[in-house]
C-alpha cells in the first residue's frame, strides 16, 4: 500500500494493526505452542553499561535495572551480565553465543553437580548408553577407545590424530557421531575424538554443547536447543 493509500484509509489500517496486535497478544500469551524466542548475547561492557544484542539486532545499551526489549540487566560484574527475560534469568559471556529463551520445559534438560562441582550424566551415543561428564575445555566429545568398542563405534573410517594430555601425545581417532542424546535434546553428526587411554568418564564436549545453549546457575546446569 502507498503513502497516500494509507492516508485515505486510516481506519482501515487501524483495525489492521489492532487485529494484528490482538493476533500477537495470542499467539505469545494464549497459546504455549507459538511462544517466541528472546536471544541475548553481551557484546561489550563500557563501566556500568552493558552492550547487548537482542534477537540479532542493532547492539543496545543498559544500565542495570533498565529493560529493552523485554530483556532487563540485572548485574553487571567481571566479564558477565545477569539478565531477565521472560522471568527467567541468564548469565552472558562477553562475546559467547547467545543464549535463547523460549524453549518449552520439555525441551529443557537439567543437569545437577555432583558433590565436587563436575557435572556427570547419562547419555545415548546412536542409541547406546554411556555416562559423560560435561568439559568446556574438550574440543570434542572424548571417548576412551574401550568405550568406543563397548558402542560398537567403527573407527576404521576415522581419522588418525594426536592428542596433549598431562602425560604427553597419545594416538587418537578422530569421527563423527550419528546421534548423541542428552535428556531431550538430540544432534546429529557430532565430531567426536576416540583415545587410546583409559578414562573414569567420556567427555561431553564443545562439538556438543556449542551446539546447544547452556545456563549455568551455582549447581544447576540447564541445557536448551538453539534456534
Known sequence: MNKSARLLRPSFAARTARWIAACTAFALCGNPAFAATASVGLAGKFGDLALLVIDGGAPRTLRIGQTVQGVKLLALSGQQATVEVSG??????????????????????????????????????????????????????????????????????????AVNTANGTIPATLIDLDKVRVGHIELHNVPAVVINTQMPYALLGMSFLQRVNMQHDGDRMTLSPRY
Open 88 to 161: 527467567q534469568k541468564m548469565q552472558l559471556g562477553l562475546g559467547a553465543a547467545p543464549l535463547s529463551v523460549g524453549a518449552t520445559a520439555a525441551q529443557r534438560t537439567v543437569l545437577f553437580a555432583k558433590s565436587n562441582g563436575q557435572f556427570v550424566t547419562e547419555c545415548r551415543i546412536n542409541g547406546e548408553l554411556l555416562r559423560m561428564m560435561v568439559d568446556t575445555g574438550a574440543t570434542r566429545i572424548t571417548l576412551s577407545r574401550e568405550q568406543a568398542q563397548r558402542l560398537g563405534l567403527n573407527l576404521q573410517n576415522g581419522r588418525a590424530s
